[in-house]
T-cell receptor, first 109, second 116 residues
Framework: KNEVEQSPQNLTAQEGEFITINCSYS?????LHWLQQHPGGGIVSLFM???GKKKHGRLIATINIQEKHSSLHITASHPRDSAVYIC???????????FGEGTQLTVNP | DTGVSQDPRHKITKRGQNVTFRCDPI?????LYWYRQTLGQGPEFLTY????????KSRLLSDRFSAERPKGSFSTLEIQRTEQGDSAMYLC??????????????FGPGTRLTVT
């Protein structure tokens, strides 16, 4: 079993839909990151959180430390949100990130 | 600042050849990370530096792999005697680190290696 599991692996939505991507992890962490990767490889950090909830524009990330679970929500999805979304956890020592396999999101107009 | 840059962006090499990649981090960032990503998978940690010191290496980093950050600025990742299994995207990231606080990592565009 991977230390970081994401679901779903693939997600197709219609423009305007509310989207949720889930991440579960099995190790102790100092922080959790949500990242976005577009075709061609470029990775952009969306959130880094260690508790509670963060919001940036149409994106919301939550984390429940006790349950070892995080969710990324996208409200009013748009085709430009189509990308791979990756959850990564930072080790307790803080020295490395362990990544999930990513969720391929496709938003159709 | 223009962000993290990597060179080359693409490299095609024949099996058995040596390759070297370069990463230039954001200038004030003292931590630099190398990751490898194969198709359809999330990135995997390879190694990281704080200033010029290499503080951790993954077991994925076999003896054929070596990384340096000689002056605490840019870093190089060398792969000797490349194998087809080395084909992947090699990602570099940097972040500040101070006062025992951790910050977001900023990723470069990656170097895509194809070993034929």
């Amino acid at each position: 079993k991977n230390e970081v599991e994401q679901s779903p692996q693939n997600l197709t939505a219609q423009e305007g839909e509310f989207i949720t991507i889930n991440c579960s992890y099995s190790v102790g962490i100092s922080a959790l990151h949500w990242l976005q990767q577009h075709p061609g490889g470029g990775i952009v950090s969306l959130f880094m959180l260690s508790s509670g909830k963060k919001k940036h524009g149409r994106l919301i990330a939550t984390i429940n430390i006790q349950e070892k679970h995080s969710s990324l929500h996208i409200t009013a999805s748009h085709p430009r949100d189509s990308a791979v979304y990756i959850c990564a956890v930072r080790s307790l020592s803080g020295s490395r990130l362990t990544f999930g396999e990513g969720t391929q999101l496709t938003v159709n107009p | 600042d223009t962000g993290v840059s990597q060179d080359p962006r693409h490299k095609i090499t024949k099996r058995g050849q040596n390759v070297t990649f370069r990463c230039d981090p954001i200038s004030e960032h003292n931590r630099l990370y190398w990751y490898r990503q194969t198709l359809g998978q999330g990135p995997e940690f390879l190694t990281y530096f704080q200033n010029e010191a290499q503080l951790e290496k993954s077991r994925l980093l076999s003896d054929r792999f070596s990384a340096e950050r000689p002056k605490g600025s840019f870093s190089t990742l060398e792969i000797q005697r490349t194998e087809q299994g080395d084909s992947a995207m090699y990602l570099c990231a940097s972040s500040p680190y101070r006062d025992r606080s951790f910050y977001e990592q900023y990723f470069g565009p990656g170097t895509r290696l194809t070993v034929t």
